[in-house]
């Protein structure tokens, strides 16, 4: 599945989404260029699970821990400074019992990282980015036919491919 997202509105739109459609526990790797949205996508669905203070970007922390409405915890990861995988072990990371894992950067803690249930690419598209949703698992693969039926209905996000609603449309 792919999904246009001409603002930072549609990223955060696409947050919410995930959001609501997630199971848990769910682990999601977020590939992406340096600025391709990453972060936004993060802390709009961090928001959307009941996060209300602030949500740091953990670039240098590599990794800021939350706890969500009703008793889970999520995990919010940035490896891009990372020297190895091998880096991961000192944060204890399995121990944190996290429901929701959002990793950035994932492809720099490869081999130390549980395998994901939905991968998300971002990408630079003209002023806006275009996300591809790929499934890791059984469990990833249920969501994104919830995630589909969502997004049908939200006139924020727009799937590639449908058209958009169109100043002549009645
Ligand atoms: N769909 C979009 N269209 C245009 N701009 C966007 C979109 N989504 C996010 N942005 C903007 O892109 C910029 C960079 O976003 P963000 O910090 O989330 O990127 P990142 O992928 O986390 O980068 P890094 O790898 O450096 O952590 C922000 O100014 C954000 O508002
Ligand atoms: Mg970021």
């Given at each position: 599945?792919r999904m ?5 509105g ?10 609501s459609?997630q199971?848990?526990p ?10 391709a949205?990453k ?7 961090l928001?959307?699970?009941?996060v ?5 970007s ?6 800021e821990?939350y706890?969500?409405?009703g008793?889970?915890?999520a ?7 990372i ?12 121990d944190?019992?996290?429901?929701l894992?959002l ?7 490869q081999g ?7 991968r998300i690419?971002?990408?630079?598209d003209g002023?806006?980015?275009?996300a591809?949703f790929?499934?890791g698992?059984p469990?990833?693969?249920a969501?994104?036919s919830?995630?589909?039926k969502t997004?049908a ?13 169109q100043?002549?449309?009645?």
């Amino acid at each position: 599945m792919r999904m246009q997202l001409p603002d930072a509105g549609a990223t955060e739109a696409m947050g919410g989404a995930l959001a609501s459609t997630q199971p848990s526990p769910a682990i999601v790797h977020l590939h992406g260029d340096l600025g391709a949205g990453k972060s936004t996508l993060a802390r709009a669905w961090l928001r959307a699970l009941g996060v209300t203070g602030a949500i740091r970007s953990p670039t240098y922390t590599l990794a800021e821990h939350y706890p969500l409405r009703g008793g889970a915890k999520a995990l919010h990861l940035d490896l891009y400074r990372i020297a190895g995988a091998g880096e991961l072990e000192f944060l204890a990371l399995d121990d944190a019992g996290a429901d929701l894992w959002l990793v950035e950067w994932p492809e720099r803690g490869q081999g130390a990282l549980p395998s994901p249930d939905l991968r998300i690419d971002l990408a630079v598209d003209g002023p806006g980015r275009l996300a591809t949703f790929l499934p890791g698992s059984p469990s990833g693969e249920a969501w994104l036919s919830r995630m589909s039926k969502t997004v049908a209905c939200d006139p924020l996000l727009t799937p590639t491919g449908r058209k958009g609603p169109q100043p002549t449309d009645p």
